[in-house]
């Protein structure tokens, strides 16, 4: 599965931000918080 979320221009994810992101996107589906390339969010500023 793969799990997509914007970031801040210059912000680099960590492994353990991008595991986070993971198994919140497991637990609890596609969000603003992170998605897949089925359904995408609009980057919040």
């Known amino acids: 599965m793969t ?3 914007w970031v801040p221009a210059g ?11 993971l198994v919140h996107l497991r637990a609890h589906g596609p969000s603003s918080h992170v998605f897949t390339l089925k359904e995408t969010y609009s980057a919040v500023n």
């Open 11 to 21: 912000h680099r994810p960590s492994v353990a931000e991008a595991e986070e992101r």
């Open 3 to 5: 799990a997509l979320w």
